[in-house]
């Protein structure tokens, strides 16, 4: 089973960018497809952005299209999250997961192998 670690979290202004990463252990990540996840304070987590086994496929939570992108690096065992024009609205701990598997599209019920989490704070 996969481990992940996430980073690059932190405080910043409305509109400004943050990168976030995802570090994923183990020698089969390729096999696996990735997703983003966030929880705000009070609020159920929810889907923000996931990534097929290649990187061929992508998709996103309807209020981040545009604004943000995800990406993965296979030769470093990392998915990412550039995350640009932010708003106060976006505050949470944002979670990266996994699924096995090499298909195009997973529901984001199926995702598991959670992280830590990486605070994300958007000051107005």
């Known amino acids: 089973q996969v481990q992940l670690v996430e980073s690059g979290g932190g405080l910043v202004q409305a509109g400004g960018s943050l990168r976030l990463s995802c570090a994923a252990s183990?020698?089969?990540?390729?096999?696996?497809?990735m997703g983003w996840f966030r929880q705000a304070p009070g609020k159920e987590r929810e889907f923000v952005a996931a990534i097929s086994w290649s990187g061929g496929n992508t998709y996103y939570k309807d209020s981040v299209k545009g604004r943000f992108t995800i990406s993965r690096d296979n030769a470093k065992n990392t998915v990412y999250l550039q995350m640009n024009s932010l708003k106060p609205d976006d505050t949470a701990v944002y979670y990266c997961a996994a699924r096995s598997g090499r298909n195009s599209w997973y529901p984001s019920s199926e995702f598991g192998s959670w992280g830590q989490g990486t605070q994300v704070t958007v000051s107005s």
């Open positions: 183990g020698r089969t990540f390729s096999s696996y497809a």
